[in-house]
């Protein structure tokens, strides 16, 4: 497999864009779907921001330097990769904020009905904010497994909300037949993209999707933390309420009135003051995916991951398989079940083979392909075929679990 993947690597258009990243020397990172890596170019923009924007110009860099529209700027480069308008969407907060906030959002629009559909095992802030909503008389909770979500489309229903790319098995959801059945029943529908953005193309409007939300840290390579993303659809900005009143989703913040009004478009989103280094470096991220392009991001992603699939099958690795087998119904990553997967990722941690694990028992890969190359599959899947066969993962120390997994 090693000469396969050399003439993978020599026919990868891609291949340049691995040294406009930080990839650490020895190490096979197959967690981006975490926690992206760091672009070259973010230090030297945030030292920039910091030193220069804050140190020298002080609080004179929200005109300035343009920190005020910063919220919109981002969202705007991230606008095209999720087939949004660059005024539908704005960076900011977390993405649990923005799905409390959205959540609440489209409940107001929708009068006389409370129930929020969504799916047992989907992330679990997704099914948190439903539940907290709940506790505050505003919503009720509906889960329904992924079949059976239409059937469970009724009159009572305001919101579907979904996780395109599930997280911990990279299935798909149909984006545009399920936008569909929610409409027809009269709900609106809000999209989780955290793992979707930047990875594979998506078209928001192109399904007449209401609202979504998404992670900057993970395919955005925003950093750790990095500021969210909320998109609202056009025709719903002018009368959309959001929940979350701060001063800097008022129409006039410096007006500092008693008052809220809401700003007319998507800055009403906003809440608190931005974080501005934060969105800085997310800023360098999104700009270096938006160059790359997303559609040459997810052919990529899927060769990788059937090149992977197809290395394990030669190394002799029989692991049971739950993300889709198809890749193009699944994400850019692939999740396999095994009792031990803790252990199997420790001890692939200790080899450079960075994956992540999930409870209870599955291990994950995500494949990055900004940074990542056909070698690098092939070195992975030689470790994993090792760790298996030695049964190394069952030493002591790979046993004990950390604090974040
Ligand atoms: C699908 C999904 N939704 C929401 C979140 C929560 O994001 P945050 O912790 O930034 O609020 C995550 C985080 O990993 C996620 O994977």
Redesign the pocket.
């Known amino acids: 497999m090693p000469e396969r993947a050399a003439i993978l690597d020599a026919g990868d258009p891609l291949a340049p864009y691995r040294d406009r990243f930080e990839v650490p020397q020895g190490v096979i990172y197959l967690d981006g779907n975490?926690l992206g890596c760091l672009p070259r170019a973010t230090p030297a923009r945030v030292e920039d921001v910091v030193r220069g924007e804050w140190g020298r110009d002080l609080i004179r860099s929200w005109n300035s330097a343009g920190w005020i529209d910063l919220p919109r700027r981002v969202g705007s480069i991230i606008a095209p990769l999720i087939g949004a308008q660059p005024h539908e969407v704005t960076a900011c907060d977390?993405?649990?904020?923005n799905?409390f906030k959205l959540i609440a959002a489209a409940l107001a629009l929708r009068p006389g009905r409370k129930v929020v559909l969504s799916e047992p095992g989907?992330?679990p802030?997704?099914l948190y904010m439903i539940a907290g909503l709940e506790r505050q008389g505003l919503a009720t909770r509906r889960l329904a497994a992924r079949d059976h979500l239409k059937d469970a489309l009724d009159a009572d229903v305001a919101l579907l909300l979904l996780?395109h790319t599930h997280?911990k098995t990279g299935a798909l959801f149909d984006m545009a037949a399920l936008t569909r059945a929610a409409h027809e029943a009269g709900a609106l529908m809000l999209w989780?993209l955290?793992?979707s953005v930047g990875a594979l193309p998506v078209d928001l409007n192109g399904c007449e999707a209401d609202f979504a939300?998404g992670?900057g840290?993970?395919y955005l390579n925003g950093g750790p933390?990095a500021p969210?993303f909320a998109f609202v659809a056009d025709r719903h900005l002018a009368e959309v309420e959001q929940p979350l009143t701060g001063w800097m989703g008022h129409a006039s913040p410096f007006a500092f009135s008693d008052d809220y009004a809401a700003a007319p478009g998507i800055e009403k989103l906003l809440c608190g003051t931005p974080g501005i280094i934060g969105l800085a470096a997310l800023e360098v991220g999104v700009e270096l995916i938006a160059e790359i392009g997303v559609e040459a991001l997810y052919a990529k992603s899927q060769k990788l991951s059937e090149f992977f699939r197809q290395c394990l099958v030669e190394a002799g690795v029989d692991l049971e398989l739950v993300s889709p087998s198809d890749p193009a119904r699944r994400g850019s990553q692939l999740s396999f079940r095994h009792r031990h997967a803790y252990a199997i990722c420790q001890a692939l941690i200790a080899r450079g083979v960075i994956g992540d694990f999930r409870d209870p028992d599955i291990l994950r890969f995500g494949f990055a392909p900004a940074y990542l190359s056909f070698a690098d599959m092939a070195d992975a899947a030689r470790h994993l075929a090792e760790v298996l066969e030695s049964g190394e993962y069952e030493r002591e120390e790979f046993q004990e679990r950390a604090a974040v997994t």
């Open positions: 975490s977390t993405t649990s904020v799905l989907n992330f802030s997704d996780t997280y989780d955290s793992h939300v992670c840290y993970k933390g969210a």
